[in-house]
């Protein structure tokens, strides 16, 4: 009777043994990927936020948990202060005019043109361009000599970037000339989808060229829409690059913005746990910003 037993329990263990090999070979692809994305994202992140709440120094092990006065202090900081609402200015600047002319441009090249392939090639250009090197191409077009630059093109006397009141739309004007193209092929993706026979029979029925766009092109471009909308918002909010470059925050605080704040808080002034809590609150913010935003466009999308 054993033997017997042993037989008819055989054929059930292989086919355990099968579905387990055959469940498997897609976890242990992933795991050596979830294992670098943890090392490199999720254990600093923690840590990140752990640091927030300590006096970290950012050198060597010497630190205490001071509860929340970080963030007491970032309440108290007028320049931390003023720079969000830098960032929320140059954000709304950014997503406006960037997304106002990546669609015009599309709606252009869209076009029946000849010349169309290679005007999408030279207004996505800039996007492969570095942002360091964009924004020291900019520094020198906003050069403040009156012969030289912009001010030479248009006749003006303006210091571009050392102007309180200038230098943070000027900021805007060089992130907007760079990424303008990268929502032009967003939009660009969104009019292929528009079917023609829609703007056939609306010609058919007597709708001039804007009403077209209202009432057919419009609607259906809502998915772009949220997309561009959901990565300008983003890239203005974390924006770093071209200000370091260009501005370095100045001239004094007018273009300083939290990342900027928390990257001198950081490695100027060495308060590494001061830095993480306003990283913290950055990463906060940008998450409930877009949350939102996905809310509204997500609706948006549905009723249109």
């Known amino acids: ?17 099968r579905r387990f090999s055959a469940a498997s070979p897609p976890w242990l692809f992933a795991a050596p990927a979830l294992a670098v994305y943890a090392l490199v994202v999720l254990y ?8 927030a709440f300590t006096d970290w120094s950012g050198i060597g092990q010497d630190m205490s948990f001071v509860g929340l006065a970080n963030f007491r202090t970032l309440l108290g900081d007028e320049q931390a202060m003023g ?10 600047a950014i997503v406006a005019v960037q997304n106002g002319v990546g669609l015009l441009l599309a709606l252009g090249v869209h076009a029946r043109l ?6 999408r090639v030279i207004f996505f250009s800039p996007v492969v361009v570095s942002p360091v090197m964009v924004a020291f191409l900019w520094k ?6 009156p012969s030289a630059g ?13 102007d309180p009141s200038v230098a943070l ?27 023609r026979e829609l703007h056939e029979a609306a010609m058919i029925d007597g709708a001039g060229t804007f009403q077209r766009f209202r009432y057919v092109t419009w609607p259906l471009l809502a998915p772009a829409v949220t997309i561009n909308l959901m990565l300008s918002t983003i890239g203005g909010l974390k924006l770093f690059d071209q200000i370091f470059a260009a501005t370095n925050g100045g001239p004094g605080y007018a273009t300083e913005t939290l ?3 928390l990257y001198k808080q950081a490695f100027v002034f060495g308060k590494f746990g001061y830095s993480t809590a306003v990283a913290l609150v950055l990463a906060l913010f940008v998450a409930a910003v877009s949350l939102v935003q996905v809310y509204y466009l997500r609706r948006r999308e549905v009723t249109a």
């Open 1 to 17: 009777m054993t033997p017997v037993t042993a037989g008819r329990s055989r054929p059930a263990h292989r086919g355990a043994r």
């Open 44 to 51: 600093p992140a923690i840590s990140g936020v752990v640091y």
């Open 83 to 92: 720079s969000i609402g830098n960032t929320l200015l140059l954000t709304v």
């Open 114 to 119: 000849k010349s169309r392939a290679l005007l």
């Open 140 to 145: 020198y077009i906003y050069n403040p000599d």
């Open 150 to 162: 912009l001010n030479g093109l248009l006749g003006l006397h303006v210091d571009w970037l050392g």
């Open 169 to 195: 739309w000027s900021i805007a004007g060089m992130v907007v000339w760079q990424y303008a193209g990268y929502s032009m092929v967003i939009f660009l993706a969104g009019l292929e989808g528009v079917p």
């Open 259 to 261: 990342s900027t704040v």
